[in-house]
Structure formats: C-alpha cells, structure tokens
C-alpha cells in the first residue's frame, strides 16, 4: 500500500525535516514556515496551527504567508513593463547577479514592502498590498531594485514574525534552516533570508520538494527503502548553503521592527473600511 499527504507535509518530507526540532520554509505561493515536534503544539494565542505530519508520530506547526509567490510574479510582470518574468527564469531575472546596485543593501533605500502579515488565526487578514515610503526627490532611490527587494524583505519578515512565534512555543529556535520551493531558486532570497533569521539557510538539489515528497512515499511504498529516514538519508541532498551576514542580521533587527510597526499602523486604514485587505477570513 502506498500513501501520501499533504502539500506541506510533503514538502517537509522532501527536503529531510522529518526529525523533532527540525526547521524548514517552504516557498511557493504561499510561504510555509515549520518546526517539527514529537507532539501536537497548541498555541494559546490561536496564531500558527498544528497538523500532523506525514511521516508517524511527527507532528508540524505552520507559519503560513500569504500569496508571496503569486506577489512576487505580479510585481515582476508590473516592473518588467508587463511582461512575465517566464516560470524558470523567474525571480533570477528580476534582480540578475551582479546588478543588485544599491538595493544590494538591508532595508531597500527606505522602501518598505506591505503584503502577507504575520500568521494570526484568531484574526486572519492582510493589509491591502502596498510599497510605501518613496523617495521622489531621489529616484534612484524608489526604482524596480528598491521595490523587489522590498517586496523579498517583506516575505522574510512575515517569516521572521512565524519563527518567533514557534520559538515562544517551542523553547528553542532554529539552528539552520532549509528552504525550498521557487523562492530557492534565486540567489538573493536565500541570503536574505539567511541575514534577517540569523542562521544558515540550506537549498535542498531538488526544490519542488512536494512532488518530491511524494515520490519519496511511492519509494517507501515501492519497498525501495524501509523506512523514511532511510530514503531521506539516500535521497535528499544538499545544493548550496547560504551564511548570515552578522552586520547586515544586526541592521535587519531595527528594519523587521519598524516593518511590524508600520504594518500595524496600515492595518488600522485597512480595518477602518478605506482599503481592501489582500485577503481576509470570514468573519474578521
């Protein structure tokens, strides 16, 4: 008999996280950030939730944010002049290497990206999406690098805020993180997401991790392995690992806080009836 699970589930299989305290973010669409634990974590707050995992007595708690990828491919074409930056080339081409210029530093001139909040359940909405705090007396300043990067930051941070609500539930933070999906693909994500956590972030060799995940329960299946740590231990690999940089986690501490800040101050517009949220639960 050969079983599979869900998406996340899946994912976290595909690139390894199958042990207690492991950490990992999935990247696609929407942004998974999860711990691995040996028991169901119910947060009082109601703010992440808690599955189980696909592989026995593993339990999963999430972080979700919201339609980053879906942002990320909506921004692109919008800033490309219309055109799609193509499903491969993806997020590569909007920021090529080696032509970052001045966004190539933590906080994007300034501007400030306003999209998925931080996961809350008990009240699930998002502000409207928005670049805010452009400077037009410096152009150079508020251009396509500055909103991309702002855009990225965004994600990041979103993700920031899941990691220390899972670290408040669970004692301990990540020691590394692995990080998969198309958002892996680039080469300025995973960095950035390495200097705002403040730890190693690891890109698995295959990044669509829940079809791979998958493949990995028809192996099991298949009687290829017997167990699942054993066809993790055989079949996920490593492709790069991307190091923080201690200066740019320093300067990332004071752009995450003022980020939470504003985003709080823009959800009171939002709440007011003035915009309308990226998304919303019923009932909020």
């Not at 879906?70 to 909007?94: D, F, H, I, K, M």
Request: hydrophobic residues 40%; positive net charge; contains cysteine.
């Amino acid at each position: 008999m050969i079983a599979g699970g869900a998406d996340t589930q899946l994912a976290l299989l595909g690139t390894g996280n199958i042990r207690r305290g492991d950490w990992a973010l999935v990247g696609g669409t929407f942004w998974q950030t999860a711990v691995i634990w040996d028991q169901p974590l119910i947060d009082p707050k109601f703010r992440p939730r808690t599955l189980c995992h696909v592989t026995p007595d593993r339990w999963m708690t999430e972080g979700i944010a919201f339609l980053v990828g879906q942002q990320a491919r909506v921004q692109g074409w919008t800033l490309q002049g219309g055109s799609s930056p193509g499903r491969t080339a993806g997020y590569r081409s909007l920021l090529p290497d080696g032509k970052v210029g001045r966004a190539g530093a933590p906080g994007a001139d300034g501007v400030i990206g306003l999209f998925s909040a931080v996961h809350n359940s008990k009240f699930w909405k998002h502000a409207a999406p928005s670049f805010v705090n452009f400077d037009i007396c410096s152009p150079g300043k508020s251009g396509k690098p500055q909103c991309i990067r702002a855009l990225w930051e965004s994600a990041v941070y979103a993700s920031y805020g899941h990691v220390e609500v899972l670290q408040e539930l669970t004692g301990t933070g990540p020691k590394q993180l692995m990080f998969c999906g198309g958002a892996s693909k680039g080469f300025l994500w995973p960095q950035i997401l390495a200097d705002v956590i403040g730890v190693p972030v690891r890109v698995p060799v295959v990044k669509e991790a829940t079809a791979f995940g998958c493949a990995m329960c028809v192996g099991l299946g298949a009687g290829l392995c017997k167990t699942f740590a054993e066809i993790v231990e055989r079949w996920v690999k490593v492709e790069k690992e991307f190091h923080p940089n201690e200066d740019a986690h320093f300067e990332y501490q004071k752009h995450y806080e003022r980020w939470r800040k504003v985003y709080a101050e823009f959800m009171k517009i939002v709440n007011q009836g003035l915009l309308t949220p990226m998304w919303r639960a019923p009932g909020t």
